[in-house]
């Protein structure tokens, strides 16, 4: 297998960045829902926000190499099987996840740092809060960032059926792309 994508391919690094954003996405909305729920007198009460901060940064850092990427590697071409319909699907379909995705973690980073605080990313760097002058910043983008990640994990789950559509009903070489494995 190759780093970089091919014509027909997805190359490594970016099957391995399709896929960390993927378990690092249903990851942190798991957390999410559990630490909404935990009460102050919790062990983790602090320390489960301040793993979901940290792997929300890390996850903003690796979608910005991601984006990068895909100019530097554009992917493969479409299937030709795939009609027009299909193809414009396609690109509306990764787009709104890339919106999605950038919204959201942009809405977390104007939730933590409302009180003008910088985010500690697992002690190894700090972020600084630049935007803290909001009105009600924190509870608006409290509510962005929760209406935003339930529609990023349902949207989500919908192209991930597209792609067991593609592989199971349509037989075509769609999923088998993004797990390496199509032929040359």
Not at 77 to 82: G, I, Q, R
Not at 156 to 175: P, Q
Request: proline share 3%; glycine share 10%; charged share 10%.
């Amino acid at each position: 297998m190759h780093w970089r994508n091919s014509s027909n391919n997805y190359g490594l690094v970016s099957i391995l960045m399709h896929w960390l954003v993927a378990i690092g996405v249903v990851g942190l909305f798991a957390l999410g829902y559990w630490m909404v729920g935990l009460t102050y007198y919790s062990s983790w009460y602090r320390t489960a926000p301040e793993i979901h901060k940290s792997i929300g940064l890390l996850l903003l850092a690796l979608m910005v190499c991601r984006v990068a990427w895909r100019f530097l590697s554009p992917g493969p071409a479409p299937l030709a099987n795939h009609g027009r319909f299909t193809r414009s699907a396609t690109k509306a379909g990764h787009a709104l996840l890339y919106i999605g995705l950038f919204a959201v973690m942009i809405s977390g980073y104007l939730i933590s740092t409302a009180d003008g605080r910088a985010i500690s990313v697992f002690g190894w760097f700090e972020v600084p809060a630049t935007i803290t002058s909001i009105p009600k910043q924190e509870d608006v983008a409290g509510l962005v960032h929760q209406y935003l990640a339930w529609g990023l994990v349902i949207f989500s789950g919908v192209h991930a059926l597209a792609a067991l559509k593609h592989h199971f009903i349509d037989r075509d070489a769609t999923l088998k792309r993004m797990l390496g494995r199509a032929e040359a």
